[in-house]
């Protein structure tokens, strides 16, 4: 491994520190088999030349409600709660045009959505122009909102689950701007149950 020339004492003086984080370094330092001063030097740098290194604020994304993966449900907009995702995860969205939904149902399983998961979506104003063909989208039927793969056929739309007990829909292609969103992520959220 790789290490730059260990710093002088009078660097490391400079330090500024606090006691919780020389003791946090001193960990890091014992287990990483380094010497502390190297790390206490390093971060000391790290904080000096912090606004070069900042991270992104995260996306605020509103988890609105449920949406099937399955048969349709009602679709209802109440905001749950604002979900904090990091900006990597969605590189190329504009805040404004995010938001999420808790999948209901198993209909796509085979894409790694299950029922309990939460699905972060793009809006979609023109989803011949920002979705390709096989994108998963949720979907408005009837006032029902149902998350499917969309796949542009000659004379129709077809909604297509990821699970075979699930029937393919087909819609009128002037049905097409029933699209809401396209999926861009899907978050799994755990239960942590103590153990006995």
Do not use: W
Not at 90 to 114: N, T, Y
Not at 117 to 129: G, T
Not at 152 to 173: I, Q
Request: aromatic content about 8%; charged content about 30%.
């Amino acid at each position: 491994m790789f290490m730059s020339s260990t710093p002088s004492s009078k660097a490391v003086q400079k330090s500024s520190l606090s006691d919780r984080d020389r003791e946090m370094v001193d960990v890091f330092a014992e287990y990483l088999e380094y010497r502390s001063e190297f790390l206490e030097y390093r971060s000391s740098k790290v904080k000096e030349f912090g606004s070069e290194y900042s991270v992104p604020k995260p996306v605020k994304v509103p988890l609105l409600g449920s949406i099937a993966a399955g048969v349709p449900i009602v679709a209802e907009e109440n905001c749950e709660r604002v979900l904090h995702i990091p900006r990597f995860f969605l590189p190329r969205v504009k805040e404004e045009d995010c938001f999420a939904l808790r999948v209901r149902g198993e209909s796509m399983v085979g894409a790694c959505i299950a029922d309990g998961d939460i699905a972060v979506l793009e809006k979609v104003r023109s989803p011949r122009e920002q979705m390709l063909n096989g994108d998963i989208g949720a979907v408005l039927i009837n006032n029902e909102a149902t998350l499917k793969r969309v796949c542009f056929v000659e004379d129709s739309v077809e909604l297509r689950a990821e699970n075979p007990r699930f029937k393919t829909m087909v819609l009128d292609p002037s049905d097409i701007n029933l699209v809401q969103g396209r999926l861009i992520l899907s978050i799994r959220e755990f239960e942590h149950e103590p153990l006995e």
